[in-house]
C-alpha cells in the first residue's frame, strides 16, 4: 500500500547503468578525522564499486572511510562495506582475494554491509552466471539463498525510485519504512530464510530489498543508498550507529 506520493523521478526505462548525477544528493565531503568519527569503515575496493558516491554518503553520515584492496586492512575496521555495480559472476571472481576474510570478519560479528551487487554477493548462488553462460558462481554464502532474474512482461533492469517496506525490525531500517529508494538491478535476492527478508519492495512481484543474516550483522540493500536521497542518508547513518555500538 502506497503512503505517499510517488517521486517526480519514477524511471523504469532500462538505458544507463547509473542514475544521472543530480540524483546523488550526497555532497562532497573533506573526509572526516578518525579521531571525531562515530565509526571508522572500510570500504572494499574489487574493481567494480561505486568507490566515490559510497565514501561520500559514509562521511556525511558520520564515519572516516578507508578504501582499500587489501584484504589485511579489514580486520580492526569497526564496519566493512561491500559496494558493487555490475555481474555477480565478474564481481565474485574480483572479490575473491577478499572471500576468506569477509567471511572471518562477519563471523567475528563485524558488521558487513553489501550494496547492491554487493548485497546479492552474500548470497549463496545466482542464476546470472547461468544466464551468461559462466556455469556456477559461489557468492559469500553469508545469506544462505540465490538471485534471481526478473521474468513476465517487465523491463529489466527495474530502474527508478520505489517504496520500502519494511517486514522486520533491524537497526538498519530504522525510520525508513514507507520511503523510497533508487533501484538499478535486473535480479533480486530470494533467501532460503523466511527470516533473512528485512524490506521488501514491489516491482511486478514483492522482493527483498534488504535482507540480514540471522545474527544480524550481516545485511544489505539493493538499492543504492547513496543515490537514494535523505532515505539513504537515514540508512546509511543507521549503519555508522550500529558500527558504533
Sequence with gaps: ????GLPNRIRRRATVFAPSPELDTMNATRGVDPEEAAAEVVVLDYGLGNLRS????LERAGAAVEITDDPEALSGADGIVLPGV??????????GPFRETLVAEAEAGTPLFGICLGMQMLLSTSEEAHHAGEGEAEGLDLVPGTNRRFVGDLKVPHMGWNELDVERDHPLV????GEY???????????????AVVATTEYGRRFPSVVANE????FGTQFHPEKSGET????????????SG
Design 86 to 95: 555490475g555481474a555477480f559472476g565478474e564481481g565474485m571472481e574480483n572479490a
Design 174 to 177: 530504522e525510520g525508513v519504512d
Design 181 to 195: 529508494a533508487y533501484f538499478v538491478h535486473s535480479y533480486y535476492a530470494e533467501p532460503e530464510d523466511a527470516d
Design 232 to 243: 539513504g542518508l537515514q540508512i546509511l547513518r543507521n549503519f555508522v550507529d550500529i558500527c
Design 1 to 4: 500500500m502506497l503512503r505517499r
Design 215 to 218: 545474527a544480524g550483522n550481516v
Design 54 to 57: 559510497a565514501t561520500r554518503g
